[in-house]
């Protein structure tokens, strides 16, 4: 069975703060990929990011950054310098590589204040 | 555009009906999944389907029916026997192990 657990239900930051939001899972499969989403006020996922379990090297890309540590099963993701826009939901999931579908944590509630 | 449409964005409906949420993509995709969003909870697969006129159900498929008559096309159904249906309904398609989102439809059962 799968499991991602997302312990931090809600966050709230000033603008500019960086944030770090917490992800940890649970598989059995030695193969799988590791997503990011990010949920606006619309209502739609949008991709952030997918890592493969065999690559842990951390990611960055402009504002956002990846911390992907198998030992600790972890997958952190931080935002440098918030912004307003950055306020959503974001959402930690899991698949493995022989099958399709997502495992998804409960999500985090990022609040960035001006 | 290319993407996924899901229609309509807010759906309300008596206690006992069935009513069907619709989902069409154009990305060319072979599968597509629902998920349901309940406050506070992550998405919850319903059911997926990997090919036209095959499809499995997911983590909680009881009260729900699906049909895939079409590539573009999965719609869902929830039913009467749906104990609880009130919650936030996403389609999504995919290719390799990545899944493109629908915008949602807020099913209100009263």
Partial sequence: ????????????????ED???DCVYETRDTT????WYKQPPSGELVFLIRRNSFDEQNEIS??????FQKS??????????????DSAVYFCALSPTSARQ??????????VLP | DGGITQSPKYLFRKEGQNV?????????????YWYRQDPGQGLRLIYYSQIVNDFQKG?????????????????LTVTSAQKNPTAFYLCASGVGTEAFFGQGTRLTVV
Wanted: include cysteine; hydrophobic fraction near 35%; proline fraction near 1%.
């Fill in chain 1, 72 to 85: 600790t099963s972890s997958f952190n993701f931080t935002i440098t310098a918030s912004q307003v826009v």
């Fill in chain 1, 1 to 16: 069975a799968q499991k991602v657990t997302q312990a931090q239900t809600e966050i709230s930051v000033v603008e500019k």
């Fill in chain 1, 62 to 67: 402009g504002r956002y950054s990846w911390n």
């Fill in chain 1, 32 to 35: 799988y990929y590791l997503f």
């Fill in chain 2, 59 to 75: 983590d909680i498929a009881e009260g729900y029916s699906v049909s895939r008559e079409k590539k573009e096309s999965f719609p």
């Fill in chain 2, 20 to 32: 069907t949420l619709s989902c069409e993509q154009n990305l060319n995709h072979d599968a597509m």
């Fill in chain 1, 102 to 111: 997502l495992t998804f944590g409960s999500g985090t509630q990022l609040t």
């Fill in chain 1, 19 to 21: 944030v770090t939001l």
